[in-house]
């Protein structure tokens, strides 16, 4: 089992910052594959940022690309997520993933660890 714990959410507005950071406990060295997700209202669960812990290969949605930057600390066993120039359209709750699978880039949503979530809110 794997213990996802996400931290660093808030409002901001628009143009700001935030950063996020995902604190990973149990048995993480089964997870390769490791990501951020984001469901706004209404809408699906959408992949944000992803990263391959062997390689350090990133992968990142368009929508983000530029702004977000996806990082692993290994000694710490923290994944983190820079967010700069945030937009209203960031806003949604943001989960961490892990999984010993990637697809696409992110981690298998199916058989994956899931955090509880951190609200982001970005105000004009």
């Known amino acids: 089992q794997v213990q996802l714990v996400e931290s660093g959410g808030g409002s901001v507005q628009a143009g700001g910052s935030l950063r996020l950071s995902c604190a990973a406990s149990?048995?993480?060295?089964?997870?390769?594959?490791m990501g951020w997700f984001r469901q706004a209202p209404g809408k699906e669960r959408e992949g944000v940022a992803a990263?391959?812990?062997?390689?350090?290969?990133?992968s990142y949605a368009d929508s983000v690309k530029g702004r977000f930057t996806i990082s692993r600390d290994n000694a710490k066993n923290t994944l983190d997520l820079q967010m700069n120039s945030l937009k209203p359209e960031d806003t949604a709750m943001y989960y961490c993933a892990a999984n010993r699978y990637c697809s696409r880039g992110y981690p298998t949503q199916r058989g994956a660890f899931w955090g509880r979530g951190t609200q982001v809110t970005v105000s004009l």
């Open positions: 149990g048995y993480t060295s089964s997870t390769n594959c």
């Open positions: 990263i391959l812990i062997g390689s350090g290969f990133t």
